[in-house]
């Protein structure tokens, strides 16, 4: 079984940063693309940042230069800062995973966790 377990959320002003961690646990092959995605109030999910299996990053354009995606393959850990943050990045953000554990490979989904940016 596989988990996905993020931390990091919270309140914070406009203009400040916060750090996502995603951790993956279980029985884990390999883990291949990790990503982090968003879902605002009222709004459909949608991708902020990715990172291939190599470290290689990708960003939708509303977060560039301001996100940065990375990650540790020896502790399965994806991060995710985020400076100069907006009010509109406020949502909940998820963390995903492409994973080969011993049941196969599966796109897996972490809980998601709260980000407010508000005064």
């Known amino acids: 079984q596989v988990q996905l377990v993020e931390s990091g959320g919270g309140l914070v002003q406009p203009g400040g940063s916060l750090r996502l961690s995603c951790e993956a646990s279980g029985n884990i092959l390999s883990i291949y693309g990790m990503g982090w995605y968003r879902q605002a109030p009222g709004k459909q999910r949608e991708l902020v940042a990715s990172?291939?299996?190599?470290?290689?990053?990708t960003y939708t354009d509303f977060v560039k230069g301001r996100f940065t995606i990375s990650r540790d393959n020896a502790k399965s850990t994806v991060y995710l800062h985020m400076n100069s943050l907006k009010p509109e990045d406020t949502g909940v953000y998820f963390c995903n995973a492409d994973i080969r554990g011993w049941a196969g490979r599966n796109d897996y989904w972490g809980q998601g966790t709260q980000v407010t940016v508000s005064s």
């Open positions: 990172i291939t299996s190599g470290g290689r990053p």
